[in-house]
């Protein structure tokens, strides 16, 4: 029988199979095979995500997590909204000109004036005045406390994780006492026979109940970080048990204990407006939101502008630190992508 004469359809490419028989396929399925051929063989596939194609660099989990927090609406709000916080608790000079322990008793419980937007507290002051110099106290103590915290939760938690043993016993012992500790109360009691002005007995307190939180966060983290292969390899190598800890160990383990501190930082500062407010945190003459909202609950009903604006102000930077912690625990949770 005569050959038939192959027939080359334009736009098309034949692939034998295994059979011996022909297949056609479409130009665009051709060129998909061929740039597999080329990525089988170490090619680079143009066009891949972020990460993934060969012509691309393994990102760490702090590039990673920078990278996904650019992209979080709730990240830069909360950020923007805490870097004017802070410019104003360094500078409150910058938006407020006039003097928050300067009073005029004859304007007491006056509302909105030209020159005094949110009016006049029960003594005569300037409500907006003391609004914005009330942030330095607050963030001060805040991030102080969160820093004081931190390090002694981490440095406390992350040894017993590491050594375990009798050391780990008993560090959980003493973290079950503070636990069992109610943090108002402690305050209440602790915080009554200190008859200074300055905000380092209310850091102290918070910095001697907060840290056994951190603390059993960092353990936990130690403990899971230390079972890894990475870490089992460097100790068959010989490496000591300081250079595990810093070089393998804790920046593997730190995430969590970021991510609890960030949002730990919003409660600190709610902790010392409710100290304060009770009148066993900070004292006049220092400025804050929690002694201003305390003298303003009395004249709730004649003048609420009086505890409207430092309670809007509390809340507005509760807020912001929540959200900021949400959005950095997004970032560093794995389980989350």
């Known amino acids: 029988m005569p050959e038939m004469p192959e027939h080359h359809d334009e736009g098309s490419a034949i692939a034998s199979t295994g059979a011996g028989g022909a297949t056609d396929l479409a130009m665009s399925e051709a060129e998909t095979l061929e740039q597999g051929r080329s990525a089988a063989s170490g090619g680079r596939v143009p066009g891949g995500p972020d990460g993934i194609g060969p012509d691309r660099k393994a990102r760490s989990l702090w590039s990673d997590a920078w990278h996904d927090l650019r992209r979080n609406p709730i990240f830069i709000v909360s950020g923007l909204i805490i870097l004017f916080l802070v410019v104003i608790a360094i500078w409150p000079q910058l938006i407020a000109s006039g003097n928050p322990l300067d009073c005029d008793l004859s304007k007491a419980q006056e509302g909105s004036q030209p020159g005094h937007p949110f009016g006049f507290n029960g003594q005569g002051c300037d409500v907006y005045t003391r609004t914005v110099y009330g942030a330095r106290a607050s963030i001060q103590v805040g991030v102080l406390a969160t820093l004081g915290v931190t390090l002694l939760g981490s440095v406390l938690g992350g040894l017993a994780g590491f050594y375990g043993g009798a050391w ?7 973290t079950d006492i503070f636990f069992a500790i109610p943090v108002v109360l402690g305050g209440l009691v602790l915080l009554s026979v200190v008859s200074n002005n300055s905000v380092w007995p209310v850091i102290g307190f918070m910095v001697l109940l907060g840290w ?11 403990i899971t ?14 490496a000591s048990n300081s ?16 991510v609890v501190a960030t949002i730990a930082l919003g409660t600190y500062i709610s902790l010392e407006a409710t100290l304060s407010f009770l009148g066993v945190g900070l004292k006049p003459p220092t400025v804050s939101w929690g002694i201003d909202i305390s003298s303003a609950s009395q004249y709730i009903r004649n003048a609420p502008h009086m505890l409207l604006w430092p309670a809007g102000a509390l809340a507005v930077t509760v807020l912001a630190f929540i959200m900021l912690g949400d959005a950095v625990r997004d970032a560093l949770d794995p389980k989350l992508r």
């Open 225 to 238: 970080a230390k079972q890894n292969d990475y870490v089992q390899a460097a100790r068959a190598l010989g």
């Open 243 to 258: 250079r595990m800890l810093l070089r393998h160990i804790t920046p593997n383990a730190v995430a969590p204990v970021i």
């Open 212 to 222: 056994p939180q951190i603390s059993r966060i960092a353990r936990g983290s130690v």
């Open 168 to 174: 780990d016993g008993f560090l959980s012992r003493i």
